[in-house]
Structure formats: structure tokens, C-alpha cells
């Protein structure tokens, strides 16, 4: 009852290079068509139906009565790993290195009352990184990387965001910091 009066957003944030969200026109436009898809529609708002607690079932529905007079919808909108594609990817591609804890199995982090797996972030020194909603990331990550005909794999999903990185030219704002005084007298000048 309450998924016919939701609809799924991923909103274009501001263009940036990743980390901030990176530029790239054709992957957010497949991302966007992909969400718009009625069967990935429908299981993105299910799982979230699925984990809502008795409030915010209410809230929705109160939503819905008013969106339904109004004629029409509730927008739920995605967190920024689930919303924006190279995000989603980088997320994807990290399940391919699970921590292990000294049983040899995957090591369990609790994070706002929710035991989640870790993960390694090779990118960033190896770091501990938690990665929620993951059945719903590797949903997603595997129907984007199928729809651009691309191994449906955390590693196919790291090779696609190499490929798009390899010879870009990042912008000299992106590295610029306030420029640093050598000199003592230089600012007893001014």
C-alpha cells in the first residue's frame, strides 16, 4: 500500500570531481534511466518499506494522504552512495576486499545499532570502511554495470571507474590551497 505513492530520486548534485561527485555526463544519464526502470523502481522501494519502523510508516503515510489530494507523489531520496553512480560503483568495488576478524570470518563494525560488514578501502591506506544498504548496493552497482554491458563484478565495477579516470585532466582548483608564508617580513609588511 504505501509503495504506489513513492517515488524514487537520485538528484543531480553539483558537478565536481570525485570525492565531491565526479562529472560524467553519460553515466549519471544511464544511472537516472535505470532508477526509472519499474522493476528497479520497485525493489529500491521495497527494501526501504521493508527496514521503516512503525513512525515512520506513519509519516509516510500521512505523506502519501497529502500527495495523494494534491495529486502527486512521495519523493523518498537516496543517500549519496546510493544516489549518485560513481559513488555507488567505488562502494561496489570495495565489497572485493572483506576484513577478516580472527576466525577467518568477515569482521562484523556496529554502526548506529546495526552490525555491518568492513571492508578494506585500498585506496585510502586500507582504511575500515562500512558500507550500509549493501544488498542494496550490489543491487544497483550490478544492474548499472549490466545496462553498460560491463562485468557485473566489484572488480569490473573498479575497472570502470580506472576507465573513466585514466587521463583526466583534473582541474588546478581541485589541488589549490592557500598559498603558504615563507617569510616572517613578508607579513610584517603588510
Not at 522501494?45 to 519502523?53: E, K, N, P, Q
Not at 560503483?89 to 565489497?95: A, D, I, P, Q, V
Request: charged content about 30%.
Amino acid at each position: 500500500m504505501m509503495k504506489r505513492f513513492m517515488t524514487v530520486s537520485a538528484l543531480p548534485q553539483r558537478r565536481m570531481f570525485f570525492g565531491k561527485g565526479w562529472d560524467n555526463a553519460a553515466l549519471d544519464t544511464v544511472f537516472a534511466s535505470l532508477l526509472r526502470k519499474p522493476e528497479v523502481n520497485d525493489h529500491v522501494r521495497s527494501t526501504y518499506v521493508a527496514g521503516m519502523d512503525a513512525r515512520d510508516c506513519d509519516a509516510l503515510r500521512r505523506m502519501g494522504e497529502v500527495a495523494k489530494e494534491n495529486k502527486t507523489f512521495v519523493r523518498v531520496f537516496l543517500p549519496p552512495h546510493l544516489g549518485d553512480a560513481h559513488r555507488l560503483l567505488k562502494c561496489y568495488s570495495l565489497t572485493a576486499y572483506p576484513i577478516l576478524d580472527d576466525k577467518g570470518e568477515q569482521l562484523q563494525v556496529e554502526m548506529d545499532g546495526n552490525h555491518l560488514d568492513a571492508f578494506a578501502d585500498p585506496d585510502d591506506d586500507y582504511a575500515k570502511v562500512v558500507i550500509p544498504h549493501i544488498e542494496l548496493v550490489e543491487y544497483l552497482a550490478k544492474n548499472l554495470l549490466e545496462t553498460l554491458s560491463w562485468e557485473a563484478t566489484p572488480r569490473g565495477a573498479a575497472s570502470l571507474l580506472e576507465s573513466l579516470y585514466r587521463g583526466a585532466e583534473i582541474p588546478d582548483h581541485v589541488f589549490q590551497t592557500p598559498a603558504v608564508i615563507e617569510r616572517l617580513d613578508a607579513v610584517k609588511k603588510h
